[in-house]
């Protein structure tokens, strides 16, 4: 099987260095669905586990998980204000409004309490002609590198509703 790669094709180390993640990968997509509040599914499992019928139980949740990592993550609280130092401060604050900056950094401050790490994708749309900011999580992360500040290489998981649709971003600093 071939999967798209953009421009990669199947037989690339992308596929070896995703699927050697598999195990991390799913246990951070089950914190997220945690705190997403899908967890429904892995209760009537453990619930099947434990009891002969568990089609009995009735299954309803309060996101404890949520409510405690919001409130760990008090980073935006308030909205900040930002000061672009070098830089004209209407023009900063315009980026920042279009990028919609304070909410993906709220996001950002939140997923970080569930899964300890994030990374942020700063890119360009072409059809609004606007910046863009956009949080991702280690369910879809691949990072290779020593310094964690400065990854050699990042490969993005897109994943399609079959395998085969799957689809990848393989970053590197000399990319473009």
Not at 17 to 41: G, N
Not at 157 to 169: K, V
Request: with cysteine.
């Amino acid at each position: 099987m071939e999967i798209p790669v953009f421009g990669l094709t199947g037989n690339s180390d992308v596929i070896r260095i995703t699927s050697a993640s598999r195990a991390r990968k799913d246990k951070h997509a089950k914190r997220l669905r945690y705190y997403w509040d899908q967890s429904h599914d892995d209760a009537y499992a453990l619930i099947a586990r434990r009891f002969a019928k568990p089609e009995t139980f009735r299954i309803f949740s309060v996101n404890m998980v949520r409510a405690i990592c919001d409130k760990r993550a008090s980073t935006y609280r308030q909205p900040p204000r930002r000061t672009f130092a070098g830089f004209d401060q209407a023009a900063g604050d315009a980026l920042y409004r279009a990028m919609n900056a304070d909410a993906v950094l709220k996001k950002a401050s939140r997923y970080l309490e569930v899964c300890k790490t994030v990374m942020l994708q700063v890119g360009w749309d072409e059809a609004t002609e606007q910046p863009t900011l956009s949080v991702l999580t280690p369910n879809v992360l691949d990072v290779l590198g020593s310094n964690p500040e400065r990854p050699e290489r990042v490969i993005v998981t897109y994943a399609g509703d079959r395998p085969e649709d799957t689809t990848y971003a393989d970053w590197t600093a000399t990319s473009s």
